[in-house]
């Protein structure tokens, strides 16, 4: 399938440049909010999203599971943005705070807490493989490995694919994959290049090249989910899950691939990937509003009524910068710089807690899963990294996590 680059339609980031004050300004307000939490999270985990703007102590889900719990999807986005707290300071009490939770997902890989899903990428890669990349701790590298192995447990040889969610034998769920699986890929190629074995990375790139055929659509937008047959490899059809509509375009999943692909190019040199993430980021930043920031379905725009979603216009500025490195376009490289800046600048004065001092998030406004009534403007976890994630990557150049 030919899918369709929109260029660049709006003039809104061909001029504006962030100021270097906001950033410093920002970092600030992210690490006041960051350390007023340690107390409160060092040994239990928020909640994904905040209530009332704020987050509480995590709740089971399941029979078994603890409160303050390391259960669920998004803990990792907590010590993640603990782990990036330490690098810009070096303040040790970050780094005591971050080996605690390597501790814990220890303890969950090995005595498989909740690891039947591929969000073992979001969860190993940044408390653990960051933890490895940063101190070298042996610990945590041990946990990111036994994760990878589990995650791999999901892979369907013949199709190419890791089945995102519930029991691989599930009739619901087999042979379903989601964009979102793009950001839990980075695991197993960092496994690859840990062990030597290159079954990881084999198993990621035709995952990524499964996306890249299917899960994207002519026009650049992109399904939330795709089925495929594991037996025969034979792709099925698109279905959305948190998205409005199957043919609508979720505003996260977008962003999801935004950043994804590029991660892809990162470990498997293939520039299609990059293409098509300029193409995705095209179409996104076409839709985004005039004050910077997404409504949860790029279907919706400002007459619609709908909740806008901070944490898909965070993930598509670090989507951005991680583009701008690889874009072969001309001009394009500071365009897309020019855009994460400014968003994470609108992201900070229009959505960010600057002004509630009673607030433990960083970002407002996000939407986790409208479909469900889930986290609807609210902050969430995921939105509150990847905001910070932006930030550092302003001030410095960062080696990624992922
Ligand atoms: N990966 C799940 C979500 O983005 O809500």
Redesign the pocket.
């Known amino acids: 399938m030919n899918v369709v680059n929109e260029g660049i339609k709006t003039d809104k980031y061909k001029t504006v440049s962030a100021s270097l004050e906001f950033i410093d300004e920002a970092m600030e307000h992210a690490l006041e909010k960051i350390s007023s939490s340690l107390e409160d999270f060092t040994h239990a985990f928020p909640d994904d999203t905040t209530v009332e703007n704020r987050y509480y102590i995590r709740k089971p889900e399941k029979p078994g599971q603890d409160r303050g719990g390391n259960h669920g ?1 998004t803990t990792s986005f907590w010590t993640g943005m603990i782990w990036l707290a330490y690098e810009v300071t070096a303040d040790e009490k970050y780094r005591r705070a971050a080996e605690v939770h390597i501790d814990s997902f220890h303890d969950r890989i090995v005595q498989k807490i909740d690891c039947d899903h591929h ?1 073992l990428g ?1 969860l190993y890669t940044l408390s653990c493989v960051s933890a490895y990349k940063l101190t070298g701790n042996e610990k945590a590298k041990e946990a990111a490995l036994m994760a990878a192995d589990h995650l791999m447990s999901r892979y369907f040889e013949k199709a190419g694919i890791i089945q995102a969610w519930g029991d691989l034998n599930d009739p619901l769920q087999r042979g379903r994959i ?1 964009i ?1 699986c793009l ?1 839990n890929l980075p695991l197993l190629y960092w496994a690859s290049e840990a062990t030597g074995d290159k079954k990881y990375k084999a198993a990621a790139e035709k995952h990524a090249n499964n996306a890249y055929r299917w899960i994207v659509r002519e026009d650049a937008s992109t399904f939330h989910t795709y089925f495929f047959d594991p037996e025969t490899g034979d792709a099925r059809y698109g279905k959305t899950h ?1 998205g409005y509509r199957d043919d609508s375009c979720w505003a ?2 977008q962003a ?1 691939g935004i950043y994804g692909f590029p991660l892809s190019y990162k470990y498997t040199g293939n520039h299609e990937f990059i293409q098509m993430s300029e193409k995705l980021a095209h179409y996104f930043l076409n839709r985004t509003p005039a004050d910077g920031v997404v409504y949860w379905d790029l279907a919706f725009s400002d007459d619609s009524g709908e909740e806008k979603d901070s ?1 898909s216009s965070s993930i598509a500025a670090c989507g951005l910068l991680e583009l701008a490195k690889y874009t072969e376009i001309k001009d394009s490289q500071r365009y897309y710089e020019r855009a994460a800046a400014a968003i994470l600048q609108d992201l900070y004065t229009g959505y960010s807690t600057r002004n509630m001092p009673e607030s433990n998030a960083l970002l407002l406004h996000g939407v ?2 409208k479909p469900e009534n889930l986290g609807v403007d609210e902050g969430n976890l ?1 939105g509150d990294y990847y905001y910070m994630e932006g930030l550092v990557r302003l001030k410095k150049n960062w080696n990624l996590y992922w």
Do not use: E, K, L, V
Request: glycine content about 8%; cysteine-free; hydrophobic content about 50%.
């Open positions: 999807w969000d979001f989601i979102d950001m948190q996260r999943g999801w944490s986790y899963a995921w």
